[in-house]
C-alpha cells in the first residue's frame, strides 16, 4: 500500500515544511509500505526545481530507509527526462515512477522509444504510469510487454486508465517478475484479484490504516474482507474525485485537521457542496 503523497501549503501558497514532515512520520508510525513523491496528487507541475529538489531532500533524509520512496520523474520531452535522470542527486530514492509522454500524444513506437530512453538514463528500478485521462495517450498493453522485454530495469506499471479489462490483459501478458499496481482506489480488489500486486494511493493519505487493511486481506487471500472493507470506502474513494484530484483527497485531510486547504492554481480547492459531503462521509 504505496501512498502519492500529497503536497502540502501553507495559506500564503508556500511549502509547507513543518506539515510535509508530519504527514511523512504519519506515514512512517502507520506502516505505510513506500511513499510515491512528486507524483501526479503532489501537484509537482505548479512547484518549481528548487521546491521539488527540497521535498525530495527532505523526505528521503527523514524517512532514512524505513520504507522505499519512490519519485515522479517524467514528461513530454524525452531529453529532458533522460537530462534530469542523470543530473539531479537520486541518492535514497529507491525507484522512478515515470508517466506516459503527456500532450504531444505519441504512437505506441514513440512510447516505446520514449521508455526506453529512459530506462537507459539510470540503473534505478522504473514503473511506467497509465493515466490516460491526463495524458490523452494510452500505454496499450502490447507496448507494455515489449518495454518490459526489453528495459529490464522497467519493472513495473501503474494502472489508471480505469479500463479493468485493459488492465487484466496486461497482467496476463506481463513477465511474472513485472509488478502491476493500481493506480485507482476503487479499483485496488479488482486489480489484486486479477494478480495486481498493490496500489498507489490518493485515499491512503488520509485514512493509511483503513487502505492497509484491504491491501493486506487481498495479499491474505481474504477477498470476503476485502470487499467489504471496500463497501465501506467506496462513498469516500468517489468522493475525493468529484472535484478532481488532489482538491478532494486535501479537503477530506483538512476536515481531518492534518493541512490546509490549499492549492495552486489552475487547481482549486473543492466546492462547497463537495466539502460538506466529505465531512457527512467522515469515518472517523
Known sequence: ????????FTKTGEVDFVTLE???????????SFLCVLGTTAETPTLTIEEKREIRKRVIKQVDGRMPIMVGIGGN????????LQNEDLTGVDAILSVAPYYNKPIQEGIYQHYKAVAQA??????????????????????????AKDCPNIVGYKAASG??????????SVPPHFDVLSGDDGLTVDIMEAGGVGVISVFGNAYP???TKLVKAMEEGRVGD????????????????????PSGVKALMN???????????????????????????LLF
Not at 520531452?77 to 534530469?84: D, F, K, L, M, N
Not at 479500463?163 to 496476463?172: R, T, Y
Open 1 to 8: 500500500m504505496g501512498v502519492a503523497l500529497v503536497t502540502p
Open 22 to 32: 508530519k504527514l511523512v512520520q504519519m506515514h512512517i508510525d502507520c506502516g505505510t
Open 77 to 84: 520531452c524525452t531529453r529532458a527526462v533522460v537530462e534530469e
Open 122 to 147: 539510470t540503473e534505478l528500478p522504473i514503473y511506467m504510469y497509465n493515466v490516460p485521462g491526463r495524458t490523452g495517450v494510452n500505454i496499450l498493453p502490447s507496448t507494455v510487454v515489449r518495454v
Open 163 to 172: 479500463n479493468l479489462a485493459q488492465v487484466k490483459e496486461l497482467i496476463a
Open 209 to 211: 490504516l483503513e487502505m
Open 226 to 245: 476485502a470487499r467489504n472493507q471496500h463497501a465501506r470506502l467506496h462513498e469516500l474513494f468517489q468522493l475525493i474525485f468529484v472535484d478532481g484530484n
Open 255 to 281: 476536515i481531518q485537521g492534518r493541512l490546509e486547504n490549499v492549492l495552486r492554481l489552475p487547481l482549486v480547492p473543492a466546492c462547497d457542496d463537495t466539502y460538506s459531503d466529505l465531512q457527512q462521509a
